[in-house]
């Protein structure tokens, strides 16, 4: 035998106390009676004072609390053994790790914000089997899809701008890398969350999207930045001082958020597009379609349950509060004779 909440048996030490309280209390009604007079005479004018039936009921409701902690308690004996299946979606975010991203014409930039938004994504959607890929000009599967969230936050932890040599950025390849992280077959829905600021240097994307929606993949978008846009920054190095990317001709590039391109991506790849704000109120949103889509098994196993067996105490407990209610505190007419 077990108990599934054992701290609870601590709340047993205070039944010795309670017993030693009404112990010293019967004595004193004792030694009361005795002062009054000739116990006889007493007993048969208080009739309420029964000491033998106070002592006993007294008893009884210490055996029920002592039977209540034990409920308390939790007992277990026993054990069966039982297949749990997890079912859920099967999601992949891509994340735009190109240059583009660094611009600060959201706060802090824009890579930052995306990493907040999908590891509130990886906490919301729990339970799900998750991938991470990262692209640029070309793209790679930075997790495989899995159900351990620590190591996808792990990954999404150490991802940075730069991580793909290919400068650019290419939606189309993002698309691609990501249904190469899906299983081929799967019975239920699959996702793909495009976290980027939507610049794309293919222009094949939308088909692309198209593609994935006839596949059985949703794509969403999630775009990053501002319509305004802002200059994308460069690390000091070597041979030059940091400063602002610059065109050929030395113009400051400016980087904006494709919000028309992300909304026909997100449109031929049957999901929807968001625009990320500050407050992250995007990723509430996202697990909310994602948790109403059909779900499929994604792993089995066997565990084993110890089986509760509270209900006896318990039981016990009330039958003996019920024998002590059918007590009563006075004196029988038998006793007073």
């Known amino acids: 035998m077990r108990m599934a909440e054992p701290a609870f048996l601590l709340v047993g030490l205070i039944l010795p106390l309670l017993a030693l309280f009404a112990g010293f209390g019967m004595a004193r009604q004792r030694s009361l009676l005795a002062r009054l007079g000739e116990r006889r005479s007493v007993r048969r004018l208080a009739r309420s004072a029964s000491v033998q039936r106070r002592t006993a009921k007294a008893g009884l409701i210490l055996a029920a609390l002592f039977f209540l902690i034990l409920a308390l308690a939790r007992p277990q004996w026993g054990q069966v053994v039982e297949p749990v299946t997890r079912r859920g979606v099967d999601v992949v975010l891509a994340l735009d790790v190109s240059a583009s991203m660094h611009s600060r014409d959201v706060t802090p930039d824009r890579f930052t914000r995306a990493k907040a938004l999908a590891g509130e994504l990886v906490r919301r959607l729990d339970g ?36 793909v040599p290919d400068p650019g950025s290419n939606l189309e390849e993002a698309i691609r890398v990501g249904l190469t992280a899906f299983p081929r077959e799967s019975g239920g ?6 976290l980027t600021d939507g610049e794309d240097f293919d222009g094949r994307a939308v088909a692309a999207a198209a593609a994935a929606a006839e596949a059985g993949v949703v794509v969403y978008a999630v775009g990053l930045g501002t319509a305004t846009g802002g200059p994308i920054p460069t690390v000091a190095t070597s041979s030059r001082s940091a400063g602002y990317k610059k065109d050929r001709a030395g113009r400051i590039i400016t980087t904006r958020l494709d919000q028309d391109h992300l909304e026909e991506i997100a449109r031929s790849g049957g999901g929807r597009y968001l625009r990320a704000g500050a407050a992250l109120a995007e990723a509430e949103l996202l697990a909310a379609e994602i948790d109403r889509m059909e779900k499929s098994d994604l792993s089995s196993r066997m565990i084993t349950t110890h089986q509760e067996r509270y209900q006896l105490p318990l039981l016990v407990a009330v039958c003996i509060l019920l024998v002590e209610m059918m007590i009563s505190p006075g004196r029988s007419l038998r006793e007073e004779l």
């Open 128 to 163: 799900n089997r998750l991938g991470l890929v990262a692209f640029a000009g070309s793209g790679f599967v930075q997790c495989p899809l899995t159900l351990d969230q620590s190591a996808l936050r792990l990954f999404l932890d150490i991802l940075e701008v730069g991580d």
């Open 189 to 194: 829905s699959r996702v793909l969350i495009l």
